[in-house]
Nanobody
Framework: VQLQASGGGLVQAGGSLRLSCATS????????MAWFRQAPGREREFVAA????????YYTDSVKGRFTLSRDNAENTMYLQMNSLKPEDTAVYYC????????????????????WGQGTLVTVSS
């Protein structure tokens, strides 16, 4: 299983970025995919998740209305459209996946995920 995150960069506050997570080798169709982020000196935190089988979405409160998670089933790719970016969104963003249905995992807990991408840095300047 491989996850490849990309799309990070430097953007001014109020700007937008779109992250991508290309996947290969995921063994089941009912898996969960998610975005997490980790700012310097802080723990990795949950951003958003999708249930791959039915498209159900879940966001952390701080990004609701600004970030949108989407997916391309044919390409096995997940996206995170980030609008109205704030300096506090600065972090390394990671995509993660787990083969279990999200009915059986705690989607906001990083240790629940079996597979991780390498991370992509998002820097939002004020």
């Amino acid at each position: 299983v491989q996850l490849q995150a990309s799309g990070g960069g430097l953007v001014q506050a109020g700007g937008s970025l779109r992250l991508s997570c290309a996947t290969s080798g995921l063994p089941f169709s009912s898996h969960v995919m998610a975005w997490f982020r980790q700012a310097p000196g802080r723990e990795r935190e949950f951003v958003a998740a999708v249930s791959w089988s039915d498209g159900s979405l879940y966001y952390t409160d701080s990004v609701k209305g600004r970030f949108t998670l989407s997916r391309d089933n044919a390409e096995n790719t997940m996206y995170l459209q980030m609008n109205s970016l704030k300096p506090e969104d600065t972090a390394v963003y990671y995509c993660a996946a787990d083969p279990r249905s999200w009915l059986y995992i705690k989607v906001v807990v990083p240790t629940e995920y079996a597979y991780w991408g390498q991370g992509t840095l998002v820097t939002v300047s004020s």
